[in-house]
């Protein structure tokens, strides 16, 4: 695997860098001034002492940009190994564990009701890989459109149920560990129409309610709030009582490929894509998402907010 580049030598080479520029700048003001103060031709040095100045400064914001772009790669790429890392895992895992059934089930016989939790275990690698292919396709489809100007007004309840019913299904756990009211969402679905289409919420909602979910298992207690806003906004609010996000990576969560800890030591699935498409297709809408702290804690909230349709 190729090594991981870090980030501590090109801030370390920027910071002297700029350092260097100022210092010899400053200096060079000092010895222009004093020169265009003794000199009788006082104006041909204070022309060249401004061309000079701006010059420096160009050069100093300069060096400023490319470290902050070189920076900005350089994590970039650390995301994207971290990316190739889980994709690699996620196919890795559920493909072995297929080969292991398959061989088990061809070499040997086997009891009928041991074949029946092999089929049951096959199936849920299969959802598995189907999931993480449904990931990549949809966070290429979101990268390449252009965002739609108006149009489609959705039901909002009838989606939260969708990516409710679907979640519950994937992870087996009980429809009361994610609490949604039925009737009061079938009701607001009638009365909170928002702008965008129902393709893009059901990915929006499905990623937020699959992480809230995933990140508090074995036990997950999961609510999904639905209330509307002033100036014609709609707010979906869904916490967790998972581990939670520190402060200073909520928004950062939103990047692409970006996961919090190392890969290599992670044992929940994921490939990093599911927050940033969410981010992704709300900024689209013209909507925002933020992340919260659960009070009182642990956990977390995600905050949705759309624009309501007409």
């Not at 070189?70 to 890392?85: E, M, P």
């Not at 809408?285 to 905050?303: N, S």
Request: aromatic content about 6%; glycine content about 10%.
């Amino acid at each position: 695997m190729e090594p991981r580049r870090s980030l501590g030598w090109p801030i370390l080479l920027g910071v002297v860098l700029i350092g260097s520029i100022i210092a010899l700048g400053v200096g060079w003001v000092l010895v222009s001034i004093a020169a265009a103060l003794g000199s009788e031709n006082a104006a041909f040095y204070w022309a060249i002492l401004g061309v000079g100045v701006a010059l420096l400064v160009l050069v100093l914001v300069g060096v400023i940009i490319y470290l902050a772009l070189t920076i900005k790669a350089i994590a970039l790429s650390q995301r994207q190994s971290n990316f190739i890392d889980s994709v690699t895992h996620e196919l890795k895992s559920p493909l072995a564990s297929l080969k292991l059934y398959l061989q088990t089930l061809t070499r040997r016989p086997v009891p009928p009701e041991q074949q029946a939790d092999f089929h049951r275990f096959m199936l849920k690698d299969v959802e598995r890989l189907d999931t993480l292919i449904d990931h990549l396709l949809d966070a290429a489809k979101t990268l390449q459109r252009r965002p739609r100007r108006g149009g489609d007004a959705t039901a909002l309840g009838p989606v939260l149920l969708q990516a409710r019913d679907g979640v519950v299904r994937r992870y087996g756990v009980p429809p009361e560990c994610v609490r949604l009211d039925v009737a009061a969402a079938s009701a607001a679905g009638d009365e909170l129409r928002v702008s965008g289409r129902e393709a893009d919420l059901e990915i929006v909602f499905r990623n937020l309610v699959d992480n809230a979910v995933k990140y508090s298992l074995p036990d997950p207690q999961v609510r999904i709030d639905v209330a509307p806003l002033d100036r014609g906004r709609v707010l979906v609010r869904v916490s967790d009582n998972g581990p939670g996000i520190p402060p200073a990576e909520r928004q950062n969560v939103f990047g692409r490929f970006v996961r919090l800890g190392s890969e290599l030591e992670r044992s929940t699935p994921g490939t990093g894509l599911g927050l940033f498409l969410a981010h992704a297709i709300v900024r689209q809408l013209r909507g925002r998402v933020v992340a919260k702290g659960r009070q009182p804690g642990p956990g977390t909230v995600m905050e949705v907010e759309l624009r309501a349709a007409p």
